[in-house]
């Protein structure tokens, strides 16, 4: 007699940090369709733009138009802090990319039959449309929410105005406030009440740590440095790193802030010059990254076979 409902998720983290990966591992693992949409590109019914009613057909294609099977899939609504209105109160104008979207989407998130194009688009009275329940459609939401963290330090009091600190007030030394988050504070953010009401379990991100991105460059079965090393055995080159180079690696990109995608840019940058000299060198087996390489000191060690070290004896 007991009827089991979902509970949709909102995930606030900074970038890079793994929002859009937590939802697709979590598909994967459950063996259901799973879909991304931008809020971004969405609008109002009737204005230039998507429909909010085509983030459903995302789904659908997702499960092959199967629709039972897309029933029951996981859709990821990624950048909704973007849709967030300019203030906690409500727009006094026509918000047709913010409030407005948040509103059409409050029905879809909580459960209804929708009637949506097969081929996504507008619709038109002739049109033969697709009706899917979303009742059991898991909605995730995801977005780095960029200046939340004042308006949850100015509700916790963690705060200083004027030339000194007030009696009992303390300056936030709180790297990871987003945790503290509570429904006020996206309220003020932009989101509207029912929008929160309908995404009932909260959840923060970390930004990463050195060991975690140290673990993102070696151990995933596609992390870089093993994509690195296929691109160098294609030239039959052997490609090495040292730790302590791959710690200053990760010592950069967190500088950057721009979490794991950080990793992609600080390598594209250090390994530039190597991808395009390689192919002119003679008889290498293979190349090392040092730290002195990634600092630019001196150039990487390269290791030659042993009939082009024999050769090169014979000429000296």
Request: hydrophobic share 40%.
């Amino acid at each position: 007699d007991v009827e089991l409902s979902k509970s949709n998720i909102l995930l606030i983290g900074p970038t890079g940090t793994g929002k859009t990966l937590l939802a697709e591992t979590l598909a994967r693992f459950l063996n259901v369709p799973f879909a991304i949409v931008d809020a971004t590109v969405l609008t109002e019914a009737g204005y230039v733009g998507e429909d909010v009613e085509n983030i459903l057909v995302r789904i659908l294609q997702a499960a092959d138009y199967d629709v039972p099977q897309a029933e029951r899939g996981i859709l990821f609504i990624d950048e909704i802090d973007k849709v967030a209105r300019k203030s906690g109160n409500p727009s006094i104008t026509r918000d047709v990319s913010g409030e407005g979207v948040q509103q059409e989407l409050l029905k879809i998130l909580e459960g209804t039959v929708s009637g949506v194009p097969p081929k996504g688009g507008r619709k038109h009275p002739e049109q033969p449309l697709t009706q899917i329940n979303t009742k059991n459609i898991l909605f995730i939401c995801g977005g780095a929410f960029d200046g939340l963290d004042p308006i949850i330090a100015h509700r916790l009091g963690q705060r200083s105005m004027g030339f000194g600190k007030g009696a009992g007030e303390e300056i936030n030394t709180d790297h990871n406030i987003l945790r503290h988050v509570e429904s006020e504070d996206l309220v003020q953010f932009g989101l509207i009440p029912e929008l929160i009401g309908r995404l009932p379990v909260v959840s923060t991100l970390n930004p990463l740590s050195d060991l975690v991105l140290l673990d993102i460059l070696q151990r995933p079965r596609n992390a870089l440095i093993k994509q690195y090393q296929k691109l160098f055995e294609m030239d039959g080159v052997r490609l090495s790193f040292d730790l302590d180079a791959l710690e200053r690696v990760v010592e950069i990109a967190k500088a950057k802030e721009m979490g794991a995608r950080g990793l992609r840019a600080v390598l594209e940058t250090v390994m530039f010059e190597v991808m395009f000299e390689l192919p002119g060198l003679q008889d290498v087996e293979e190349c090392k990254i040092t730290l002195d390489f990634i600092e630019k000191i001196s150039p990487p060690t390269y290791s030659y076979s042993k009939k082009s070290a024999l050769f090169n004896c014979l000429l000296l």
